[in-house]
């Protein structure tokens, strides 16, 4: 499989994940309010301090971590922030999980019509 399809997979992946999620927590402060190009110190003030904070390792940054709680039921949430703290992204998943999709889509295609892709 190419690079191009894996991307396509784990969009169309995300984008199920992320309409039933959404439709569940979109009166969350986080999910509600919290959008691209927001600082940290605004989303703090808006979810509070997250459960975590990590450094990106795909590309520069730094990601919180926040459980998201409704009707008894939990649900991981990532606010993701690129080299100027400023949201690039928010996605219903941890932040370990984005960091991990990040590579992947960053890995080079093993694939091809000749040699054994090693």
Partial sequence: M????????????????????????????????????????????????????????????????YMLTQAGKRQPYSVSFDGNGKVDKTAFMTCAEWSNAQHKARLPSMGGSSGSGY
């Fill in 2 to 65: 190419n690079k191009p399809h894996h991307a396509l997979l784990f969009a169309l992946a995300a984008l199920a994940a992320c309409s039933s999620n959404s439709a569940q927590y979109q009166d969350q402060p986080l999910v509600a309010k919290v959008g691209t190009g927001m600082s940290k110190d605004q989303v703090v003030q808006i979810g509070g301090k997250p459960d975590a904070e990590t450094d990106r390792t795909a590309v520069p940054g730094t990601c919180f971590d």
